[in-house]
């Protein structure tokens, strides 16, 4: 099973352009690995592409993904949803009867949830460019690949936690809304978790610390992903959904991951095979 961070950023890309910090001054120069886009992931083996932030068509081109032939969206956030339009070339294919459409995976509270938020988007995909086919549904096999999709529901809404499984292989994307992490028998013996929204250190881009800040709450201090880690015998933790307002750049969480136990950092086009 192979699987592809397409984008490991947050809500803002690295370099964000309106910004002047070290972190987003030195991204324009080295570019590469030090430039963040906004959160996805794609599994290769059956050409699944989970969430659309409004620079996927970007990410897609620098990670040389070509096919899409499955898609999911997590929950109805922007940052997850406003590049959905990255199906509407295929659309015009479908509607002229030589094109197949996507199959377009998610939970039924999550297809409700984007279309009130973004005025029945998804039915006019499916239903006038007929490009998407919508299937709601907690559950998928595509070949040998199952996935699971979990409603880790707290105070903010609906978010899909989704596990990936092969054979004995097993990963869990819970890219956004973590914490609380409602507990499910199906995350445990993962051989990867991919998690977002993880304080390394507690501290943010402008000095401010964690503990006063209004997404407090929200998040997984490095102490209490480690002990989830723990807890569900995750072999390996990769942390995905970096934000621009931590102030961190990729140099310092490739130091930084060397002092921790089978944790990583994601980056852009970071491969993961299982």
């Not at 005025?119 to 460019?129: S, T, V």
């Not at 499984?165 to 992490?181: E, H, L, N, Q």
Request: hydrophobic share 35%; net charge negative; charged share 25%.
């Amino acid at each position: 099973m192979k699987l592809k961070i397409a984008g490991s950023g947050g809500m803002f890309l690295i370099p964000n352009p309106f910004c002047k910090c070290p972190v987003c001054q030195e991204a324009r120069i080295k570019r590469g690995r030090y430039e963040r886009l906004g959160p996805s992931l794609y599994i290769e083996d059956i050409g699944m592409l989970i969430d659309t932030p409004e620079d996927i068509a970007v990410a897609c081109d620098r990670q040389g993904i070509s096919r899409i032939d499955y898609l999911s969206i997590s929950h109805k956030d922007p940052d997850h949803t406003r590049g959905m339009r990255i199906v509407e070339p295929l659309g015009y294919d479908c509607i002229a009867g030589k094109g197949t459409p996507i199959q377009f995976i998610a939970l039924p509270e999550v297809v409700d949830d984007i279309n009130a938020w973004n005025g029945d988007g998804l039915y006019y995909y499916q239903n006038i460019l007929n490009c998407i086919s919508i299937n709601r549904t907690n559950y998928a096999k595509i070949g040998s690949i199952e996935l699971h999709l979990v409603n880790n529901k707290t105070h903010r809404g609906n978010m899909t936690f989704y596990v990936i499984s092969d054979g004995s292989k097993k990963a869990v994307y819970a890219c956004c809304d973590v914490k609380p992490f409602v507990p499910n028998d199906l995350y445990y013996d993962a051989d990867v978790l991919i998690i977002g929204l993880v304080s390394d250190d507690g501290i943010l881009k402008d000095g401010s610390a964690l503990d006063s800040a209004p997404f407090r709450d929200d998040m997984f201090t490095l102490d209490e992903m480690l002990e989830l880690k723990r807890t569900y015998r995750i072999k390996h933790i990769v942390i995905t959904h970096i934000d621009e307002y931590w102030g961190k750049s990729y140099a310092y969480y490739r130091e930084f991951e060397k002092k921790l136990d089978n944790v990583s950092f994601a980056y852009d086009g970071m491969e993961i095979v299982l």
